[in-house]
């Protein structure tokens, strides 16, 4: 398993941006790697992916307010928040499986990952 550390969480105003970080202790160029965020009283949702050679993938829904971007001479997975809402609050954690590939979007995508960081709290007010 891969150790995942994420940073870059906190109060944030409403319309605001914020990037958090996802620092990986294996190379992430191997690794397909995603954000998830658990939303109070809900369940973990996918966020995005992208894959070991830096392909994106985003819910339909969220195209445009969450990018999803890796730096591979830090070794760090990033995802950037724009425009942020109120409904954006919630612990965003850090994934990764021991694959180059992600998988398509599918309800199932949470378990395809097998490591996972602690998570970063982000709490937007309006």
């Known amino acids: 398993q891969v150790q995942l550390v994420e940073s870059g969480g906190g109060s944030v105003q409403s319309g605001g941006n914020v990037t958090l970080s996802c620092a990986a202790s294996?190379?992430?160029?191997?690794?397909?790697m995603g954000w998830f965020r658990q939303s109070p009283g809900k369940e973990r949702e996918a966020v995005a992916t992208?894959?070991?050679?830096?392909?994106?993938q985003y819910d339909d829904s969220a195209k445009g307010h969450f990018s999803i971007f890796k730096d591979y001479t830090k070794n760090i997975l990033y995802l950037r928040i724009n425009s942020l809402k109120p409904e954006d609050t919630g612990m965003y954690h850090c994934?990764?499986?021991?694959?180059?590939?992600?998988?398509?979007?599918?309800?199932?995508?949470?378990?395809?990952?097998?490591?996972w960081g602690q998570g970063t709290q982000v709490t937007v007010s309006s």
């Open positions: 994934a990764a499986a021991q694959y180059r590939t992600c998988p398509s979007w599918s309800v199932n995508l949470r378990s395809y990952f097998d490591s």
């Open positions: 294996g190379l992430i160029s191997l690794l397909c």
């Open positions: 992208m894959t070991g050679s830096g392909i994106p």
